[in-house]
């Protein structure tokens, strides 16, 4: 028997219309608009910016003021009646505020790197050693927390006495080589994240206790150490307390103890000039706002990493 394989005639027959019905939804357009501004959304909006505005208004007051003739300065208006550029000029004549900010660079340094690391350390090994009263120990450091800084500020200066370091800038920073008990807690909980496997890998091809948190731990938490170093930094540069506990030498003053000695030398002259104070206030913000504006991204990703972690 023998089987016809001529090929078929070519269809006539005109193609099938789509079913638009199967068709997914667009996933742009004024449907998807009305859904995102929802009265949720717009409840979300209003918070957003009525918090927006409570955070920004501080700065853009101080801004103004710092702008502002001495007898317009506590008027309230965001905008200027008269224009006083000279406050600034003013500022560098109150005081050495070149030298005073590099002592603020160099002792913020300092704080963020000894902090930033020593508690690292720390972290890592109450996060990867498994010893007996591991959980007590830890306990107890983070039991560190509920002291007040009022009850070991005596202590700690007579340490510091004895040391001869009073009046030097090393208090200021050298503490934070013992760590953070905050800052251990917040990086181990970023240790106990990472695959334990990874350091039993390490460790089988010979790699030393000290070698798995150096390529290994801080790598894979770099995140929580730019938090850190960030915090630390913030932290250091407008502290007051200890400068004013430490220094007395002008040449040591860091700007925010600067700035305490411009206001007191007002206030023994009798006559306030707060222009010059709200401009010299200005000058020591604005480096903080300049990191924080060249770090938003790595700071940003280190929140969501921790909020991951948690």
């Known amino acids: 028997m023998s089987v016809d394989t001529k090929p078929l005639p070519p269809s006539t027959e005109p193609p099938a219309e789509p079913d638009l019905a199967a068709r997914p939804l667009p996933t742009s357009g004024p449907a998807r608009d009305r859904r995102r501004l929802g009265p949720g959304a717009v409840l979300r909006w209003l918070l957003l910016l009525v918090a927006t505005i409570a955070f920004t208004y501080p700065l853009i007051w101080l801004v103004s003021a710092s702008l502002k003739p001495k007898s317009q300065v506590f008027d309230n208006r965001l905008v200027p009646e008269t224009f006083q550029w000279s406050n600034f000029v003013q ?73 001869g370091l009073i009046d030097t800038q090393v208090p200021l920073w050298a503490g934070n080589l013992f760590g953070s008990a905050f800052y251990i807690f917040l990086m181990r909980q970023f240790f106990l994240g990472i695959p334990r496997e990874l350091f039993e890998a390490a460790r089988i091809d010979g790699c030393s206790h000290l070698g798995l948190f150096r390529r ?67 000058v020591a913000t604005l480096p903080m706002i300049v990191v924080f504006a060249f770090c938003q991204r790595y700071f940003l990703e280190g929140l969501a990493t921790t909020a991951r972690q948690g």
């Open 91 to 163: 500022v560098w004549d109150a005081g050495p505020v070149l030298r005073w900010l590099f002592n603020s660079g160099v002792v913020s340094l300092m704080a963020a790197v000894a902090v930033t690391f020593s508690s690292a350390f720390v972290a890592f090994g109450f996060a990867y050693f498994r010893f007996r009263l591991r959980g007590p120990l830890f306990g107890l450091v983070l039991a560190t927390m509920m002291l007040p800084g009022a009850v070991t500020m005596i202590p700690v200066y007579l340490i510091w006495h004895q040391l």
């Open 216 to 282: 290994i731990a801080l790598p894979l938490c770099r995140p929580a150490l730019i938090i850190v170093f960030i915090f630390e930094l913030q932290a250091s540069w407008s502290d007051l307390l200890k400068p004013l506990i430490y220094l007395q030498t002008e040449e040591y003053f860091t700007m925010p103890r600067g700035l305490k000695q411009i206001v007191d030398g007002f206030a023994l002259s009798g006559e306030y000039h707060w222009e010059i104070a709200m401009a010299a206030t200005l």
